[in-house]
Nanobody, 120 residues
Framework: QVQLVESGGGLVQAGGSLRLSCAAS????????MGWFRQAPGKAREFVAR????????AYADSVKGRFTISRDSAKNTLYLQMNSLKPEDTAVYYC?????????????WGQGTQVTVSS
């Protein structure tokens, strides 16, 4: 059983920073990529950022480009999301997810989410 556990969420003022972590545990699993998604109240879940586990190729949603940085520590089996210059519209539950294979592009494992609230 693969488990993804997010941490690091909380309440922060606009302009502040938070770093989210996603620790993978359970049986050893291979992954092609991991990503962060978020879901605000009343809205659909949306893509935030993605990183290819080997090689570190990254991709970001336009709304977070230049403010958020995704990274990973393979030795610790942990994914990170550094969020700077936070805005109230970044308020959401943030989820990490793992994509097992390169194709098809789908996320096979999901965490339970961590709440990020940005006050104005």
């Amino acid at each position: 059983q693969v488990q993804l556990v997010e941490s690091g969420g909380g309440l922060v003022q606009a302009g502040g920073s938070l770093r989210l972590s996603c620790a993978a545990s359970g049986r050893t699993f291979s992954r092609y990529a991991m990503g962060w998604f978020r879901q605000a109240p009343g809205k659909a879940r949306e893509f935030v950022a993605r990183i290819v586990w080997t090689g570190s190729l990254t991709a970001y949603a336009d709304s977070v480009k230049g403010r958020f940085t995704i990274s990973r520590d393979s030795a610790k089996n942990t994914l990170y999301l550094q969020m700077n210059s936070l805005k109230p519209e970044d308020t959401a539950v943030y989820y990490c997810a793992a994509q097992k294979d390169r194709f098809p592009v789908k996320y096979d494992y999901w965490g339970q989410g961590t709440q990020v609230t940005v006050s104005s």
